[in-house]
């Protein structure tokens, strides 16, 4: 029996990205000294800001720290026979989704993520009536979940998993939780989780989602390279210092990760007021990379994009993608805690674990059929310092929190999203959403008007 992704709810699809990428640059003008809105972040959601301002007629200029266009989401277009995403990868939600119509505009190929899935119990695959008592176990941890987000106090997903779950019950931990979120379950809110948008249906970008993402950037004036050291904001303008100089403007759209923002890489003067700073601080981002091996040959004996997983008692797990798009590229998705240390050991640590796993699931000796690999280390990444925001029990809320402008100054990512946190498609509504509200602050698009309430009737008084 064949399981379908969307019976894998939110199975690798993480709106995650990597560190040395190799997607296309994009042209940069001299740093412009001025602008109505500055905006710090070529990622998703600085992208939409920077369109929604252009938009308006209004100047924008955008301050990327890295030497690419992208952020979370960049494709390594060199490396392999195919594009390899190293961090998001999928477009959720493609009925209401702006990006897929801005994708198919710019001329690149969408297509629906592949449906079949593999499940490996030691070296063979599941029977049909095992896929059947790994589905169950979904829906019913699925079910338990959603059913304590209804209670009056917030709580760790992990604490109201059935007891029943049997021998799937780390699978299930592993699917629903470092696999879908980055985090384990123990650290994710049943609310958070339960408050987000289905994202059961995705799609991907054949020239890579990274790809997408520059082109969609690439007629905004940009300046690379230039990570932000400080903002000085006030309710009338602000002023971005960079190392190659400042740039004065009436107000700024921030899209710096959670956990840059809570480690105080960007330095806010007047400080950024505390409901934000601890908003940024408790929303920290998940751990999810990916390992890359090119394995000529077909030795795992998969079909052309099969995804498997194991049945595992462990975090010490993974998910596969495999024969990319028809080519040698193999995908090892390692997330969680267990990712989390394992990146930690570097690249050398993370392709042997991958080699390892792929021989145990699979019999062959895989290590001389490698021929090339590449890993992704988000957590040690700079301007990124980790994958996507989870957030722990209590702290749900603080995600609106985390998009409450201070002054000029409008904070905005995936972070900043209620329902699709974790995902392209939430940090692009971010961006605009941020861009909007600060044009209509700094007076250059109008409030929208009420229509006009009716006037109740006046009732007749009898005589």
Request: positive net charge; aromatic residues 4%; contains cysteine.
């Amino acid at each position: 029996m064949a399981m379908t992704r969307r019976d894998l709810f939110w199975a690798s699809a993480a709106a995650i990205a990597a560190a040395p990428a190799f997607a296309r640059r994009a042209w940069a003008a001299p740093l412009p000294r001025d602008a109505d809105i500055v905006v710090i972040g070529a990622g998703a959601a600085g992208i939409a800001a920077a369109r929604r301002v252009q938009a308006a007629n209004r100047k924008v200029i955008v301050v990327e720290a890295t030497p690419l266009i992208g952020g979370r989401c960049l494709t390594d277009t060199g490396t392999f026979d195919v594009p390899f995403d190293r961090g998001a990868r999928w477009i959720h939600n493609p009925d209401t989704n702006p990006i897929v119509r801005l994708a198919r505009n710019a001329g690149l190929e969408l297509s629906a993520a592949p449906l079949a899935q593999k499940i490996r119990i030691g070296q063979r695959n599941a029977r049909p009536g095992e896929t059947e008592q790994f589905l169950a176990a979904l829906v019913h941890a699925n079910r338990a979940i959603d059913d304590a987000s209804r209670g009056k106090a917030d709580q760790a997903c992990a604490s109201v998993l059935p007891k029943d779950l049997g021998d799937w019950v780390g699978t299930t931990e592993f699917v629903l939780g470092a696999n879908g979120t980055g985090k384990d379950l123990s650290d994710v809110s049943v609310m958070d989780r339960a408050r987000a948008q289905d994202r059961s249906t995705i799609i991907g970008c054949r020239q890579g989602l990274g790809v997408l993402i520059a082109r969609l950037g690439a007629q905004i004036p940009m300046s690379l390279s230039a990570p932000v050291s400080q903002i000085g904001w006030s309710n009338r303008d602000v002023v971005v210092e960079t190392p190659a100089g400042k740039i004065a403007a009436r107000a700024a759209v921030v899209t710096a990760s959670s956990n840059v923002l809570a480690a105080g890489n960007i330095k806010f003067t007047p400080e950024m007021p505390k409901r934000q700073l601890e908003a940024a601080t408790r929303l920290t981002l998940g751990s999810y990379d990916r390992i890359a091996l090119q394995l000529p040959g077909n030795p795992l004996g998969l079909s052309r994009d099969d995804t498997v997983i194991e049945q595992s008692n462990s975090t010490r797990t993974a998910l596969l993608s495999a024969n990319i798009g028809g080519s040698a590229l193999c995908v090892i998705d390692v997330a969680g805690s267990f990712g989390r240390d394992l990146s930690a050991q570097g690249e050398k640590a993370m392709v042997a674990f991958a080699v390892e796993w792929l021989t145990k699931l699979f019999g062959n000796d895989l290590a001389s059929a490698v021929k090339k690999s590449s890993a992704t280390r988000w957590n040690a990444s700079p301007f990124a310092l980790g994958a996507m925001s989870v957030a722990p029990p209590g702290a749900q809320p603080l995600r609106k929190t985390l998009g409450e402008p201070f002054g000029n100054v409008f904070l905005a990512g995936e972070a900043t999203h209620e329902t699709l946190w974790g995902t392209v498609h939430g940090a692009w509504e971010s961006g605009e959403r941020a861009a909007e509200v600060a044009l209509r602050k700094i007076g250059a698009i109008s409030e929208p008007v009420a229509a006009p309430s009716r006037a109740p009737k006046q009732r007749r008084r009898g005589s």
